[in-house]
């Protein structure tokens, strides 16, 4: 599984930025989708995660800091996971990844904490988001 983040960029507090994630590689099954973020000397952080099955209803999870704030979704046609972040606050600056745990895996209420980290096994390269 390959994944390619883009959309990343600079934006004023207040303002909305999208990030896209690229997901190619055995896309016939299904995947925990989800973004982290890290800034230097701190740890990697969850944002959003979602489940790219074929319910009609996705299950997703958020992190604290963005909960009403930021909004995940998946395309499987398009085979892309898109991170809507809206009201972007300063401490939203960092570097954002785009992570894929399965094949064949769900998301699950832990998968944005640190033990949750562990169950990814394809990151993308990052895109920097800088709020001022």
């Known amino acids: 599984v390959q994944l390619v983040e883009s959309g990343g960029g600079s934006g004023q507090a207040g303002e909305s930025l999208t990030l896209s994630c690229s997901v190619s590689?055995?896309?016939?099954?299904?995947?925990?989708m989800a973004w982290f973020r890290q800034t230097p000397g701190k740890e990697r952080e969850g944002v959003a995660a979602i489940s790219t099955t074929s319910s009609a209803v996705d299950t997703v999870y958020y992190g604290d800091s963005v909960k009403g704030r930021f909004s995940i979704s998946h395309d499987n046609f398009r085979n892309t996971v898109t991170l809507q972040m809206n009201n972007l606050r300063p401490d939203d600056t960092a570097s954002y990844y785009c992570?894929?745990?399965?094949?064949?895996?769900?998301?699950?209420?832990?998968?944005?904490?640190?033990?949750?980290?562990?169950?990814?096994?394809?990151w993308g390269q990052g895109t920097q988001v800088t709020v001022s």
């Open positions: 992570a894929a745990a399965g094949p064949s895996r769900a998301c699950y209420s832990g998968s944005l904490t640190k033990e949750g980290t562990e169950t990814f096994g394809y």
């Open positions: 590689g055995h896309t016939y099954a299904y995947y925990c």
